[in-house]
């Protein structure tokens, strides 16, 4: 790989490093500055068993939008499954740091069972309390996970305290839950029982829980045992006062609890009051007073400190829309319905798309041979949609950041002093040039212009300067100035979290190239707007290029390098090294690279690490390479430290060491590389040079599978079915391979499409297996011919296709001995083609020869009955013997034994001179008699491996011993 970002073929992302490279070698303590502040955000709503709840997700997603605007590191979850909090709790788990700030906000169903609580996924389908324990997730692990980081402050939110939902479960909930029960072997009167306990046991309000020994609080939206409103508006009373109480600066968390608690009470008329518990000894601010700027924007302080994956969905939704609303473009409102098809500007978008002769309907949204996902809140509900859009211009001026400084209006009507009583937090406003401080007084012109200009390292929000004009005999006059400071559409969807120069923490290349589209629209606008801002340009051709548009790439590309911009050198100089656009020009591509370098770009120090590798245009030096590696980890970069990595892992110019390629891989993984998660996670699955630990892999992959990597979900899938460091669930298998084969994972659409055809309870779905199996044999998915073809032989989910069957086994035989075997047997078989003996013979063989004992067996009763090979007993015999070989199949060792049973000692002998031949001993014709020459080759055969002559026993057992030693395996 290239080097400057890696490129994902499987499309996905992730997480953070503090931790640089050389400080991660030594043992150093977390480079200085701003601790981290990271919150894990879930709402559940789309309940489809227990009564759905209407505000949860939408709760959810107004904290997640508040927290990011507060400069956290935001991982939101809404409508979740509990493989998936999960998930998303092990990405949280990597997120968080020595110092970090860390919060957790849950809303939705929760319920307290012997004094601990428990957070309802939207999946919960629970028949007994054991059942619901294990289908739901205990609070507390998302407070020891926070506690056990350390973390400098633990913050938890709970919005769960609402009804007993197992109260009053649907009708078609209770039946749905009493099926899945009674199709995994429980009784009616067992599943009956068992809600009664359930409803019973539970418990509606939350139960007290600790945080630990640090400096913690926990906030319920009630007292524990009681139990919350869920509210009549779009959020809950909790919510909404929490949500308008982060918004205020300066607001100290102890005052902000309180001014919660009153703002819950007056809004259910005294019925709720929340509740805290903390062992808070510091102060805490949300959005910090003017002179504290810890709200820099999480993943800007080294390299690649970024997790890499898009800003809550809200943020996203109304970036994007302001970007694009007031254009004529059909390819922007395209992309925002098939990026954004929940939106709340859907609608409007659809419209314009009409307006301009497109058609919305036939934008391509999902893939409807995959099972549909819960939804419950969504974007485009007309409230949902009202409330976003009253935040889309909620102050007269808008500036997006890093575009320089805007005029956003005028002072005072008339001439004066006037005395600046506070000054923006996140930017700086100015009059004539001059920057206008807090508690400063200056005079002012009548209607002097305001310019703002917005300071890097923010996520955005709004901000104001308040002034007083000082006049005649000692009156003042009220002046203040709003504004809001925003992140671009193009940085949030194209920013390159390996460009110094950016604005925001940036996008990883997997978010870009399933959003290039989107991408590309809304980083022309900006361009457009504003054309002197080289950044734009180079996030442009970034784009252009994830597109494989690659002329438009070369032409920003080389703009912006025209322009001094070092990022986008290291872009052009990877153009050059892979002949896109351009002639391929390794010289060429190494200048820039150093010129890249020279400024101060990580990236390039990759770059030139792989030319050195791979011996492009220099000669091949491993260890020069690896020196380039190093100094890029050491300056935070992760794709570095993922190389360092591998070069340990595979002994690359270092002697192999798996254990340094761990610590290497950890650094990474955590500052969210995402080959680096998943190289970790078979290290630790494989045993690659270190103990197996299941755990560890687990954590890993759920991880990657976190933020979406497609094959991380398959592989954590392929976990739970298995049962590997996790309970078997094969509900919680199918809906990982959902979720990965909806971005595109091959892999999954078979491993889907298997467990639909299964017997297994709750599936045996055929029909639904069908076009899963179709798309991984139409995309070559080793195992996904022989998969299919077992439908048409049994004419499963399909019309009975017998010569089907036989040309998708054949089709995978060459690579699968197992495949070679079902088209023996397909070829064998005359249930709806004539049989082809002769043709299931060479499958048979095939497959034997392949290691499938099996085969040998039905290839033995071939040789017996004399069906498409020359009737042979002896061969039938030897067969039988292949298929009985010591530490192979049992069951195939029992058939084998059985099918010999009838044969002649005699019969036994000659075919144990047979194997003798083939083992090279000489023995003569073979004449089934045990004669010198048979004791003599039988003698030498077991010395050569060590073992005594077994003398005169020649049995069947001896043959199966003599088989396991035949080095040509089979005739």
Not at 340 to 354: H, L, Q, S, T
Not at 495 to 510: K, L
Not at 592 to 621: K, M, N, Q, S
Request: hydrophobic share 45%.
């Amino acid at each position: 790989m290239p080097g400057a970002e890696q490129r994902w073929p499987a499309r996905a992302a992730l997480l953070l490093v503090l931790i640089a490279a050389a400080g991660l070698a030594r043992g150093q303590e977390t480079p200085s500055g701003p601790p981290p502040r990271v919150a894990m955000v879930v709402g559940n709503s789309a309940y489809q068993n227990v009564p759905a709840l209407p505000n949860p997700a939408g709760d959810a997603e107004l904290v997640a939008e508040k927290l990011w605007e507060s400069g956290f590191e935001v991982i939101e979850t809404v409508d979740a499954d509990r493989e998936t909090m999960l998930a998303d709790l092990a990405t949280f788990r990597s997120r968080l740091r020595e110092g970090s700030e860390a919060l957790f906000f849950y809303a939705g169903h929760g319920v307290q069972i012997g004094g601990r609580n428990y957070l309802l996924p939207v999946s919960v389908a629970p028949s007994s309390v054991e059942d619901l324990k294990a289908q739901a997730i205990d609070a507390q692990l998302f407070l020891d996970v926070m506690a056990q980081s350390g973390a400098r402050l633990t913050l938890v939110l709970l919005d769960a305290c609402r009804n007993n939902p197992f109260l009053d479960i649907p009708s078609d909930g209770a039946e749905a839950i009493a099926t899945r029960a009674l199709s995994i072997g429980a009784s009616r009167a067992a599943v009956e029982r068992g809600l009664r306990d359930l409803a019973a046991a539970s418990r509606g309000g939350l139960a007290e829980m600790s945080a630990g020994r640090g400096e913690a609080l926990i906030s319920f939206a009630t007292a524990p045992g009681q139990v919350a409103f869920d509210g009549r508006g779009r959020h809950s009373p909790y919510t909404s006062a929490l949500a308008g109480s982060i918004d205020e600066p300066g607001l100290e968390l102890v005052d902000l609890f309180r001014r919660v608690r009153g703002a819950v009470r007056e809004a259910t008329g005294g019925q709720q009051i929340a509740w805290t518990a903390s062992t808070l000894e510091s102060r805490f601010y949300f959005k910090p007073p003017a002179d504290d700027l810890r709200s820099a924007t999480t993943g800007m302080s080294t390299g690649s400190d970024t997790l890499g994956a898009l800003p809550p969905r809200r943020v996203v939704d109304r970036t994007f829309w302001r970007a694009i609303r007031d254009t004529d473009r059909l390819d922007a409102f395209t992309a925002y319905v098939r990026t954004m098809p929940d939106g709340a500007f859907v609608a409007e978008a659809k419209e314009k798309i009409r307006s301009l002769g497109g058609d919305p309907e036939a934008i391509p949204v999902s893939d409807l041979s995959l099972p549909e996902r819960p939804r419950g809140f969504v974007l485009a509900d007309p409230a949902a949609q009202a409330d976003l859009a009253a935040t889309l211009d909620r102050a007269p001026a808008s500036v997006p950041i890093g575009t320089g400084a805007a005029r956003i209006g005028a002072a005072a009507g008339r001439a004066g002093w006037v005395h600046v009583a506070a000054a923006p937090r996140l930017g700086a406003v100015s009059a004539g040039g001059t920057r206008l401080e807090a508690g400063s007084v200056r005079w002012m012109e009548a209607d002097q212009p305001l310019d703002y200009l917005p300071g890097i390292g923010s996520n955005g929000g709004l901000d104001s300067l308040r002034a007083e004009a000082l006049r005649e005999g000692g009156t003042t006059e009220p002046l203040e100035a709003a504004v809001e400071t925003y992140v671009d559409a193009c940085d949030m969807l194209a920013g390159n979290p390996y460009d110094s120069q950016r604005v925001t923490a940036g996008t990883r290349q997997f978010i870009l190239d399933r959003n290039h589209d989107a991408a590309i629209a809304v980083c022309e606008i900006a361009v457009a707007r504003h054309p002197e801002v080289v950044r734009f340009w180079a996030e442009l051709a970034r784009s252009y290029r994830a597109a494989g548009r690659y002329e438009e790439a070369l032409h920003w590309q080389q703009k912006a390098v025209d322009a001094g911009y070092a990022s986008a050198m290291v872009y052009l100089g990877q153009m050059f090294l892979d002949g896109q656009a351009v002639p391929q020009d390794f010289d060429r591509a190494r200048e820039l690279f150093e010129a890249a370098d020279a400024r101060g770009e990580t990236a390039a120090l990759t770059a030139l690490a792989w030319i050195h590798r791979a011996g492009v245009g220099v000669p091949e030096d491993p260890a020069r390479a690896l020196d380039f590696y190093r100094q890029g980890a050491a300056r935070g970069n992760d794709w570095a430290m993922t190389n360092i990595g591998e070069f340990y892992q595979k002994g690359l110019s270092v002697a192999r060491d798996p254990a340094e390629a761990v610590r290497w891989y950890t650094a990474a993984a955590k500052s969210g590389e995402l080959t680096a998660q998943t190289r970790l996670a078979r290290m630790y699955q494989t045993g690659d040079g270190i103990a197996v630990d299941e755990a560890q892999a687990r954590f890993w992959f759920e991880t990657a599978a976190g933020r979406g990597v497609p094959n991380a979900l398959t592989r954590l899938g392929l976990m739970y079915e298995q049962g590997q460091g996790v309970d078997r669930d094969l509900e919680a298998a199918a809906r990982l391979y959902g979720r990965a084969a909806a971005e595109g994972d091959a892999e999954a659409w078979l491993r889907l499409g298997r467990l639909e055809a299964s017997d297994a309870p709750l599936f045996d779905r055929p029909e639904r297996a069908l076009p899963l199996l179709e798309k991984a044999l139409a995309a070559q998915v080793p195992g996904a011919a022989r998969e299919l073809g077992r439908l048409y032989e049994t004419g499963r989910g399909v019309t009975k296709d017998l010569a089907r069957a036989r040309a998708l086994y054949v089709q995978e035989a060459g690579a699968n001995p197992w495949a070679a075997r079902d088209a023996g047997r397909a070829f064998a078989s005359d249930e709806g083609a004539p049989a082809d003996p002769a043709q299931a013979a060479r499958w048979y063989r095939a497959a034997a020869e392949g290691g499938v004992p099996w085969a040998a067996l039905d290839l033995g009763r071939l040789y017996e009955t004399g069906r498409g090979v020359p009737q042979d007993r002896t061969e039938a015999l030897v067969l039988y013997a292949a298929a009985a070989r010591p530490g192979g199949d049992a069951r195939a060792a029992d058939a084998a034994r059985r099918a010999a049973a009838g044969y002649s000692a005699e019969e036994t002998i000659r075919a144990a001179q047979l194997l003798l031949g083939r083992l090279g001993a000489e023995v003569g014709a073979p004449d089934g008699r045990i004669g010198p020459a048979t004791r003599d080759a039988l003698a030498r055969v077991f010395a050569a491996q060590g073992r005594a002559a077994p003398g005169t026993r020649i049995d069947f057992d001896l043959l199966a011993e003599l088989s396991a030693m035949d080095e040509e395996r089979l005739p």
